[in-house]
């Protein structure tokens, strides 16, 4: 903490990332890091590189009206760069960005590479939002109503509405500090919540109509192929909250939901992975194919088949849940 406020304190440029296929935590995070630099009097760009779409249901943040590039700057080498909600440099949208003068790295996955030349990294804080919170106090920032709004965002969908076992107490006691900072409670919910594009619901109906359980109902898997987006008018931000309802089914302890994402050049297939039970670390299975994440949500890319993903992902449950891996039928 002293290390990142140092930085903070005596440097005047900044650049602030994310990870690529930003979330609410990721965005919320990139957005309130960005506007307390500028409150501090700091040179800041907010810079999420590519022409990759940001999930629909943040327009509400504003980011492009409020800074957001999509290339980095020319000047990125002589600035410091604040890494938020990212735990590898893999998943920065530019390894360009880390030529960096100083690399601080701020972030709550416990199975963070710490690739920055400063790293703070705290597992058991419910967001890097709850994070940052700590950070701006430390550095005097003040909780304006759109930092306390930011902040709020990402931690409103980094617990799951307030549901999933990370909610911790001080988590609560931040919300409340939030929406007394003037964080609007009910913009965000209808923002994140209650602005789904038609074309997402066809997405999730694909998804929904070729779920498939195995291990006696304990595993769940779904998919979604790179013509589905194109035949529904989705994108690939579409596709971010489906993996939710299939966990949401009785007796289901992992889901995982296989996506083909329709820009070219990206990786095969992509998986995201989740858990409802303590004693299955997704992160994990994720790892032993590349990716990374939380306990309990996670994430790899694979090039392989949608029948060998999914029986990778069933025999590790299996295997992590002290049962002897089996073959795998794939309707």
Known sequence: MQAVAEAIRTHERFLVTSHENPDGDALGSLLAMHLAL??????SVMVLAGPAPLPGEYRFLELPARGLVRDVPGDHAGRVLVAVDCAQAARLTDPALLEATLVVDIDHHHDNTRFGDVNLVVADVSSTGELLAEVFREVGVALTPPIAEALYTALVTDTGRFQYSNTSPKALRLAADLVEAGADVRRVFQGVYE???FAKLKL??????????????????????????AEVGAVEP???????????VEGVELAA???????????ARKV???????????????????????????GFSSDLPIEEITAFVVDEFLAAAGAAPAAVPVA
Do not use: N, W
Request: proline share 5%; charged share 25%.
């Open 38 to 43: 500028q409150q501090l009097g700091k040179d």
């Open 195 to 197: 602005s789904v594009q």
């Open 204 to 229: 999730l109906a694909r998804a929904l109509e070729r779920a498939e359980t195995y291990a006696d109902g304990r595993v769940i898997v779904s998919y979604l192929l790179r013509g589905d987006f």
């Open 238 to 248: 579409y596709s971010e909250g489906i993996i939710d309802y299939l966990r949401s």
């Open 257 to 267: 939901l296989i996506r083909e994402p329709p820009r070219d050049g990206s990786p």
């Open 272 to 298: 995201s992975v989740r858990s409802s039970v303590a004693s299955i670390d997704v992160s994990a299975i994720a790892r032993k194919s590349g990716g990374g994440g939380h306990p309990q949500a996670a």
